[in-house]
């Protein structure tokens, strides 16, 4: 059993409670399971090969950066952008991965 902080009022808790035992808000981490599960392998890859087109913004379900990168692909900057967004998504671990982007690892 691992043990984790409230991002409310920072008491320790089990990663398996649904609520904090303090002050009742909900688990951070129970709330990032419900979305689909989501690999930084595959996004980090994905931003890699097709980040210019904003590939790995429609993988991660953020459609209207898809978007923007997609608009302005013409430019090379997404592609700089994405790249860059590859390489952190491939050396992160899966905690700070699925935390940042919202995701279920």
């Not at 980040?51 to 953020?62: A, T």
Request: proline residues 3%; hydrophobic residues 45%.
């Amino acid at each position: 059993m691992a043990l984790i902080y409230c991002t409310t009022c920072a008491q320790q808790m089990s990663s398996q409670a649904v609520h904090c035992p303090k002050c009742g808000h909900p688990n951070a981490e129970s709330r990032v399971t419900q979305v689909a599960k989501k690999s930084r392998v595959t996004a980090g890859i994905l931003a890699l090969l097709l980040g210019g087109l904003g590939i790995h913004k429609f993988y991660l379900d953020k459609v209207g950066l898809g978007l923007v990168y997609l608009l302005f692909c013409w430019t090379f900057i997404p592609a700089i952008i994405a790249g860059v967004e590859g390489i952190i998504y491939l050396v992160q671990d899966d905690a700070t991965f699925s935390e940042k982007q919202g995701v279920a690892v």
